[in-house]
């Protein structure tokens, strides 16, 4: 079965500084692996996606993730932090011809990002 | 990108009654589509998976007799909430599947804020 631990619910930085989200993940395939970004009420928003290409994925608004199968993680990175990159991220995994495509989520860290 | 959309997106009903949430995919068809739940600070957990033209199949705890989901054309399933007690209220959340490839890219509907009095 396919799991995600995101590390740190909460994660706090200054406009400007690295954003470093962290995310482990399980998998007994190779894993199709996922970020996503949460606004407050509202629905999930592909950051990007990592499915077995390069293992630095380029995303939307300057993130960026890296593949590491040796550490099973796939971070998430942005090099200077926005006002508007304040937001609830989730890690997820899908994978396995067995899956219907369904995605299982880690628990979510919540970005702020301080003045 | 593919849009999803969700109706309503929110809805206050008194307990014992029931709900019924739709998810729409707009431009494209999607024969598989994904209901999830989230509680406030929460992760998304989901509930079942729903296939166009067959029943749909539900996560481990998950009361199929109470979340009745019905998926009855390519744009739309729906999940109606059958008499529905306080511990209901939660975010609901639908996704959509587009094409038929299990890899291929899932999106998100806005959200439906279920409150039960």
């Known amino acids: 079965a396919q799991s995600v631990t995101q590390l740190g619910s909460h994660v706090s930085v200054s406009e400007g500084a690295l954003v470093l989200l962290r995310c482990n993940y399980s998998?007994?395939?190779?894993?199709?692996l996922f970020w996503y970004v949460q606004y407050p009420n509202q629905g999930l928003q592909l950051l990007l996606k990592?499915?077995?290409?390069?293992?630095l994925v380029k995303g939307i608004n300057g993130f960026e993730a890296e593949f590491k199968k040796s550490e099973t993680s796939f971070h998430l990175t942005k090099p200077s932090a926005h006002m508007s990159d304040a937001a609830e991220y989730f890690c997820?995994?899908?994978?396995?011809?067995?899956?219907?495509?369904?995605?299982?989520f880690g628990q979510g860290t919540t970005l702020q990002v301080k003045p | 990108g593919a849009v999803v959309s969700q109706h309503p997106s929110w809805v206050i009903c008194k307990s014992g009654t029931s709900v019924k949430i739709e998810c729409r995919s707009l431009?494209?068809?999607?024969?598989?589509m994904f209901w999830y739940r989230q509680f406030p600070k929460q992760s998304l957990m989901l509930m079942a998976t729903?296939?166009?033209?067959?029943?749909?199949?539900?996560e481990q705890g998950v009361e199929k007799d109470k979340f009745l989901i019905n998926h009855a054309s390519l744009t739309l399933s729906t999940l109606t909430v059958t008499s529905a007690h306080p511990e209901d209220s939660s975010f609901y959340i639908c996704?959509?599947?587009?094409?038929?490839?299990?890899?291929?890219?899932?999106?998100f509907g806005p959200g439906t804020r279920l409150t039960v009095l």
């Open positions: 729903s296939n166009e033209g067959s029943k749909a199949t539900y």
């Open positions: 997820a995994v899908r994978g396995g011809r067995s899956n219907t495509g369904k995605l299982i």
């Open positions: 990592y499915t077995s290409a390069a293992t």
């Open positions: 431009d494209f068809q999607a024969t598989t």
């Open positions: 996704s959509a599947l587009q094409g038929g490839g299990i890899y291929n890219e899932q999106f």
């Open positions: 998998s007994s395939v190779p894993p199709y």
